[in-house]
């Protein structure tokens, strides 16, 4: 499938599901990279760098980065990935995840003219992700399992590498707790920035086979 360069924020609760349907995008969409901020920063915590020092703590807090820290981040990221240019395909999961952040992140696209033009939102039950939680385990790569809807081949394992699960430190429910409250602080002015810019738009449906197909949809009708 070939389409108009896209460049899609998804937005979504802890446990909405976006990096399940980011790894589902890839497969059905070559074009599309990601970049998603949580694996960026696992990544540097588990290299001991400077900045997943600074993310650490934060993380297992289940509190936000500083967004200045975070844009910067993912601009630098984006240049590496010489992905600042019009005819680039990307998708960001778990990034912007403020209003603040949205700001920062449009001034830059928009001087290389590489703007966002689809944001949408996993629009998933509280009470379905609270569940949904408890049974997520992951592998280092990102990679993301459910016991109950999407078990690895063999349980406990990566199906690709072998290697051990583990289930993330900040899913226990305190700090889970935290992570979602702020995330429904966070989306209203969030969502009102991508509303004004005509770009929003949302999927809402308890299983990511549910909210899948229609995302597919979504992006086909607007990118063909
Ligand atoms: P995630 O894997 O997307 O749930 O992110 C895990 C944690 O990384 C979050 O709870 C935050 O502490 C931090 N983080 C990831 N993305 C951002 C962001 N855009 N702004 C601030 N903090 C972030």
Do not use: C
């Not at 991508?194 to 809402?204: A, H, L, N, R």
């Amino acid at each position: 499938m070939s389409l108009k360069p896209l460049r899609i924020v998804l937005l979504g609760a802890p446990g909405a599901g976006k990096g399940t349907q980011t790894s589902r995008l890839l497969k059905a969409i070559p074009q599309l990279s990601s970049i998603s901020t949580g694996d960026l920063l696992r990544n540097e915590i588990a290299k001991k760098s400077e900045i997943g020092s600074v993310a650490s703590k934060y993380i297992a807090d289940g509190k936000l980065l500083p967004d200045l820290f975070m844009a910067q981040l993912v601009t630098n990221e984006l240049r590496q990935r010489n992905w600042l240019n019009r005819d680039a395909s990307f998708l960001l999961d778990g990034f912007p995840r403020t209003a603040n952040q949205a700001e920062k992140l449009d001034s830059e696209l928009e001087s290389n003219q590489a703007n966002v033009n689809l944001v949408v939102e996993l629009d998933v039950p509280p009470s379905v992700i609270l569940d949904r939680i408890s049974n997520r385990w992951v592998h280092s790569s990102g990679r993301v399992y459910n016991l109950q809807y999407n078990p690895p081949k063999v349980p406990f394992k990566d199906d690709v590498t072998g290697e051990p699960l583990f289930q993330r430190p900040d899913d226990n429910p305190e700090t889970f707790k935290v992570r979602l409250d702020s995330y429904f602080k966070e989306l209203a002015p969030l969502k009102q920035f991508y509303i004004k810019k005509g770009v929003y738009d949302k999927v809402s449906g308890d299983t990511s086979d549910i909210i899948f197909p229609k995302l597919l949809e979504l992006i086909k009708k607007r990118f063909s």
